[in-house]
């Protein structure tokens, strides 16, 4: 309504929220009158390294790309952004890929709670049988959006987030109000990923 651009979209009855990336109006397609809500600088844009609407088989599923998002946290004045890429497989559901200076990680939605403990004198939680210690505690904002996502995405929206490690593997919660989400990554070359969608040139090195 914002522009008349085509927002293409693939994520089904999932998606709560699209972003038409030629003005940058997130919009709510769900109802008839294509609600906006929201707008954002265009300044902002960013291109994603594995554009929306990219196919590839990742562990064994045929997934497509239909959502990025540039998040930042902020230590001490100091802005660290990284990326996410949403993966949808209408059979399969969603996984998350992220990206922080050529380090890639696996990211699914958990099923089951942690429990909390402590391990080396740090704060812990265990989950499957496997300790994870904690990394970090941060607030994360989202700087930018682009595609269709199952909730209702926005620039600006805050998260705080704690990190859980066990390399490989990641373990991570985030909370928006009242409701807490948590999720595992396990680590990933940026090969595995540019031989999964075909992309061309080399991924950036870590």
Not at 73 to 101: C, M
Not at 109 to 121: K, N
Request: proline share 6%; hydrophobic share 35%; net charge neutral.
């Amino acid at each position: 309504p914002n522009c008349g651009g085509n927002v293409e979209l693939r994520g089904f009855s999932h998606t709560r929220s699209a972003v038409c990336i030629q003005c940058c109006t997130i919009i709510d397609p769900s109802t008839p009158e294509l609600t906006i809500l929201q707008q954002f600088d265009q300044r902002l844009r960013v291109a994603p390294l594995i554009p929306l609407g990219s196919r590839g088989k990742f562990r064994g599923t045929l997934y497509e790309v239909i959502g990025f998002q540039v998040r930042a946290i902020y230590v001490d004045g100091v802005a660290y952004s990284w990326h996410e890429y949403l993966l949808f497989n209408p059979y399969a559901g969603f996984r998350y890929l992220t990206q922080y200076g050529g380090h890639w990680n696996d990211v699914v939605t958990v099923h089951g709670l942690p429990s909390f403990t402590v391990s080396s004198g740090r704060k812990a939680v265990q989950y499957l049988g496997q300790t994870y210690r904690h990394f970090q505690n941060a607030t994360a904002e989202t700087t930018f959006v682009m595609g269709e996502f199952p909730w209702a995405v926005g620039v600006r929206e805050q998260n705080t987030v704690d990190d859980y490690i066990a390399p490989p593997y990641v373990l991570s919660s985030e909370q928006t109000g009242k409701e807490i989400n948590w999720s595992r990554g396990v680590y990933v070359t940026g090969t595995e990923i540019w031989q999964a969608f075909q992309l061309k040139g080399s991924p950036p090195a870590p």
